[in-house]
């Protein structure tokens, strides 16, 4: 028996985390996250200083015959240009949404990002409804509204 048949074969799979400062992107890569190391997330030293996402995190898991890999990057404003350069190695994105503040500035930048690259496959992860009071119903029809209007 060769090596090639004993090496089990994954296909890796890029998914992308995008959406405004604070939505929950890395605590939800955290969570996907089979070996839960975020030693790749939030590894720059102001990240944790600041409190925020300042380069691209990494972390990955097995989900099948999948690797998957999660690309985390930050969503301040200021540092949009750091998000866009994830785009380019990405197959999927999510595309967080903290559902007590609805889709903001940086989840209309991402959108844009995601789209001028062809990214075709984008799940919105509506997050932080543990927190939320209102009709979960009713902000998953304004938040289709929202991307039906772009």
């Known amino acids: 028996m060769s090596i090639k048949e004993k090496t089990p074969v ?14 929950g992107k890395t605590k939800i890569a955290s969570v996907l996250s089979e070996i839960i190391s ?6 720059h030293p102001q990240s944790k200083e600041r409190g925020i996402t300042i380069d691209l995190g990494f972390t990955s898991f097995m989900l099948d015959k999948y690797l998957v890999t999660l690309v985390d990057g930050p969503g301040h404003a200021d540092l949009i240009k750091i998000s866009a350069s994830s ?14 503040k609805g889709p903001q500035v940086q989840t209309g930048e991402h959108l844009i990002m995601i789209e001028s690259l ?13 927190l939320f009071n209102g009709s979960i119903e009713d902000e998953i029809n304004k938040t289709r509204g929202f991307f039906g209007s772009t």
Do not use: Q, Y
């Open 38 to 43: 975020t030693a790749g997330l939030d590894a």
């Open 87 to 100: 785009v380019e190695i990405i197959d999927c994105a999510l595309l967080v949404i903290d559902i007590n």
């Open 10 to 23: 994954f296909t890796p799979v890029h998914i992308g985390l995008f959406g405004h400062i604070d939505s």
């Open 118 to 130: 062809n990214i075709e496959k984008v799940i919105v992860i509506l997050n932080k409804t543990d």
